[in-house]
């Protein structure tokens, strides 16, 4: 079973810095595409970060500039780095991944999301 968990969530006040991370774990050969999405309160789900296997970058106007998303192949690890966080960054984070299982092929897989609050 393959499996990601997001960490790193947190109350933090504006202006301030977090870094996510996403952990892949089980029968895992390779993570190819990933995205961080974001829900808040009443809004829907988007997505505001991509990387792609070749490691391009791809960043919603929302938060291009202060995020970066990056990758750890080795440990089959994703990030993103947050800077200047503002109140309407506040929401539940999640992960979501294209990864290439040993038994299961390719399947696209969610986090269970880590909440990120950002007081002003």
């Known amino acids: 079973q393959v499996q990601l968990v997001e960490s790193g969530g947190d109350l933090v006040q504006a202006g301030g810095s977090l870094r996510l991370s996403c952990s892949a774990s089980?029968?895992?050969?390779?993570?190819?595409?990933v995205g961080w999405y974001r829900q808040a309160p009443g809004k829907q789900r988007e997505l505001i970060a991509r990387?792609?296997?070749?490691?391009?970058?791809n960043y919603a106007d929302s938060v291009k500039g202060r995020f970066t998303i990056s990758r750890d192949n080795a440990k089959n690890m994703v990030y993103l780095q947050m800077t200047s966080l503002k109140s309407e960054d506040t929401a539940v984070y999640y992960c979501?991944?294209?990864?290439?299982?040993?038994?299961?092929?390719?399947?696209?897989?969610w986090g269970q999301g880590t909440q990120v609050t950002v007081s002003s």
């Open positions: 979501n991944a294209d990864v290439l299982g040993e038994r299961v092929g390719v399947v696209n897989i």
């Open positions: 089980g029968s895992i050969i390779s993570i190819i595409a």
């Open positions: 990387i792609s296997s070749g490691g391009s970058r």
